[in-house]
């Protein structure tokens, strides 16, 4: 039997058929099959799983294709020793007990971070701000944080504060990428008050008397 095949299936020393060859590529199902079957996955924590196969999986593993019950929030941890260097970082899943698991952030690596109906509004130290999506590690440049009207520069490390708060109007994906969300933030000593939205090149100020804006809620 070496060498030999049979239907298609090639037969090993022992007339086995290979195992190589009875498994398909689940790299390449379907578009429509891994949606119908993302959308059947209750829990949360086995969505992310399921995102974490491949890219083709990975791309369908989004919000608005997560059909399951409400979850309760994950809490993310701080950075230990040495973690700064590192693309991950740790979550506790209250859903499973509290277990803690890591979360692989790609472009989250040495930035301060905002979160907002499952993205997160992220600044670096150079100023560099973006749209991250956790799970499917979906990117969506900002403008540059010098683009604010009374952005002053006094050390690299103002940038971290400079942004005290950043939410989001809606989710991006919920409309592929082509909505008209909006970013808006609370920045700089006086809290001004600040937006943006697709195809903007700046980030606009909404001009007040005095600033001091504490909160923004959609």
């Given at each position: 039997?070496?060498?030999?095949?049979?239907?298609?299936?090639?037969?090993?020393?022992?007339?086995?058929?290979?195992?190589?060859?009875?498994?398909?590529?689940?790299?390449?199902?379907?578009?429509?099959?891994?949606?119908?079957?993302?959308?059947?996955?209750?829990?949360?924590?086995?969505?992310?799983?399921?995102?974490?196969?491949?890219?083709?999986?990975?791309?369908?593993?989004?919000?608005?294709?997560?059909?399951?019950?409400?979850?309760?929030?994950w809490l993310m941890l701080s950075e230990q020793e040495g973690e700064e260097k590192m693309n991950e970082r740790?979550?506790?899943?209250?859903?499973?007990?509290?277990?803690?698991?890591?979360?692989?952030?790609?472009?989250?690596?040495?930035?301060?971070?905002?979160?907002?109906?499952?993205?997160?509004?992220?600044?670096?130290?150079?100023?560099?701000?973006?749209?991250?999506?956790?799970?499917?590690?979906?990117?969506?440049?900002?403008?540059?944080?010098?683009?604010?009207?009374?952005?002053?520069?006094?050390?690299?490390?103002?940038?971290?504060?400079?942004?005290?708060?950043?939410?989001?109007?809606?989710?991006?994906?919920?409309?592929?990428?082509?909505?008209?969300?909006?970013?808006?933030?609370?920045?700089?000593?006086?809290?001004w008050l600040g937006f943006w939205r697709p195809g903007y090149k700046t980030w606009t100020t909404i001009e007040?008397?005095?600033?001091?804006?504490?909160?923004?809620?959609y």
């Amino acid at each position: 039997m070496a060498g030999t095949t049979h239907e298609n299936h090639t037969c090993g020393p022992t007339g086995r058929v290979t195992r190589s060859r009875l498994m398909g590529n689940w790299a390449e199902l379907l578009a429509d099959l891994l949606i119908s079957i993302a959308k059947r996955i209750p829990v949360l924590e086995d969505f992310v799983a399921f995102g974490g196969v491949c890219r083709s999986w990975r791309f369908v593993a989004i919000n608005h294709n997560f059909k399951g019950s409400q979850q309760i929030p994950w809490l993310m941890l701080s950075e230990q020793e040495g973690e700064e260097k590192m693309n991950e970082r740790r979550i506790v899943s209250l859903t499973k007990g509290g277990m803690v698991r890591k979360l692989t952030l790609l472009g989250a690596r040495g930035k301060r971070g905002f979160e907002s109906l499952g993205w997160f509004i992220t600044v670096s130290e150079d100023g560099e701000m973006e749209l991250l999506h956790p799970f499917s590690q979906a990117q969506i440049p900002l403008p540059h944080i010098n683009t604010f009207k009374y952005y002053v520069k006094n050390g690299m490390e103002d940038n971290f504060i400079f942004i005290q708060k950043a939410v989001l109007s809606y989710s991006p994906d919920d409309a592929l990428w082509n909505s008209d969300h909006v970013v808006m933030v609370i920045y700089g000593s006086r809290r001004w008050l600040g937006f943006w939205r697709p195809g903007y090149k700046t980030w606009t100020t909404i001009e007040t008397r005095t600033g001091a804006f504490y909160d923004i809620v959609y």
